[in-house]
Every structure is written in C-alpha cells, then in structure tokens.
C-alpha cells in the first residue's frame, strides 16, 4: 500500500523568501504524485502532478517540484513566497492514475511579513 | 475549468438523525467519484469510490450501513450519514474525476458536519 510523510506539520517564512515543502513516498512502482493547497473554507486546488518524464515539474502559482526516486522524495519550492500563499500544502500519492489517491498529512504553511 | 460542488456547505443535526451531502460537478461527467473524510488537522482520509451505476467501494474500516453512498448519475453522487452521532462530527469532501481523457480529480469545497 502506498504512503506518504510530510515531516513538517507548520512551517513560517517570510514574504519574499523561498520556500521547500518536504515529501517523501512510499509506494511499490512508479508513483503518481500531487501536490494539492487547501486555504481555509475552500476546497483543494491542484498545483502539480508528476506522472512521468522530466522529473522537475512546474505547477501554478509560480510553484515546482522535484521527483527524486533515489530519495523517494517529492519536494515543493517556490523562489519567492507571497502572503496569499499561506496555506495548507497536501503531498499525495495515486496508484494507477486517480484510481486512490492517499494523502500526506499536510504543512500548514504561514507567511510573515 | 471544472467545478465541483457540495450542498450544503455546513450542517447541523441532532444525534439519531440522517444527513444527505450532495456531490454535484458541474461542467462535466464523472462515472466515478470519492468522498473523503477529514478530521482537524489531519489528512483526507479515502472513505468510498463511488461509481455511477455500481455500488460503492468501501475503504476497510468505513461502515458502509453508515455512510450510504448514491452514484444516481454522471454528475451527482450522494453520502447520507446515518443515525449521526457526535463522533461523525467532521470536514467531508468529495472529489469528481473527469471522464474526459485526462480523468483528473476536481474537489469539492467541503461539507463541515456537526452532530449535536
């Protein structure tokens, strides 16, 4: 079965500064992997998916992120965050496409001026 | 671009009573759907693929006597919480896959159950 580890449950920055998002994987073949946002009394929104090919990935929002099998790792970065990217930030992993997909257990993500 | 829908958005109930969440998308047909289940701070957790026309598939320790789940059409799937007690009290959320090709995963806003 698959799994996914987001070892930082509340990470702050400030506005400008970088930003990487941790994830690690688990899964028996080649994984699908997403990154999804939640902000408060919305739902998901999808910012990159890594299926195949060139494992940097770019996604909305200015964000990407990088596929490392060796690592087993799907890291999300962004070179500058913005206030209206404070957030929660979900890794996930699909078997077979979106036939199931099992979520991290987020990073809260707050921006300071 | 695609939207999903949930009506309502928040709910309050009587312990005993049943709720029904509805899972509409609105700009395309989803054959199949899932609803998640999401506690305060924690992750979704995959309770059912619903598939339309098909009984649901339920993820090992969901009760499926509990959370019925209704696939009537392509763009409309249902979760009724049975005789709801305190403990169902959570964020659900339910997601549409997209038949067109690309079968991407579109979410729904969430629906926040509170069992008094």
């Known amino acids: 079965a698959q799994s996914v580890t987001q070892p930082d449950i509340h990470i702050t920055v400030s506005e400008g500064a970088s930003l990487e998002l941790r994830c690690n994987y688990s899964?028996?073949?080649?994984?699908?992997l997403f990154w999804y946002v939640q902000s408060p009394g919305q739902g998901l929104q999808l910012l990159l998916k890594y299926f195949s090919g060139d494992t940097l990935v770019q996604g909305i929002k200015g964000f990407e992120a990088e596929f490392k099998r060796s690592q087993s790792s799907f890291n999300l970065r962004k070179p500058s965050v913005h206030w209206s990217d404070a957030a929660e930030y979900f890794c996930a992993v699909g078997a077979g496409g979106y036939q199931k997909v099992t979520f991290g257990t987020g990073t809260k993500l707050q921006v300071i001026p | 671009g695609a939207v999903v829908s949930q009506h309502p958005s928040w709910v309050i109930c009587k312990s005993g009573t049943s709720v029904k969440i509805e899972c509409r998308s609105l700009?395309?047909?989803?054959?199949?759907m899932f609803w998640y289940r999401q506690f305060p701070k924690q992750s979704l957790m995959l309770m059912a693929t619903?598939?339309?026309?098909?009984?649901?598939?339920?993820e090992q320790g969901v009760e499926k006597d509990k959370f019925l789940i209704n696939h009537a059409s392509l763009t409309l799937s249902t979760l009724t919480v049975t005789s709801a007690h305190p403990e169902d009290s959570s964020f659900y959320i339910c997601?549409?896959?997209?038949?067109?090709?690309?079968?991407?995963?579109?979410f729904g806003p969430g629906t926040r159950l509170t069992v008094t």
């Open positions: 997601s549409a896959r997209d038949d067109r090709g690309n079968y991407e995963q579109y």
């Open positions: 899964y028996g073949a080649t994984p699908y």
């Open positions: 619903s598939n339309e026309g098909s009984k649901a598939t339920y």
């Open positions: 700009d395309f047909q989803a054959t199949t």
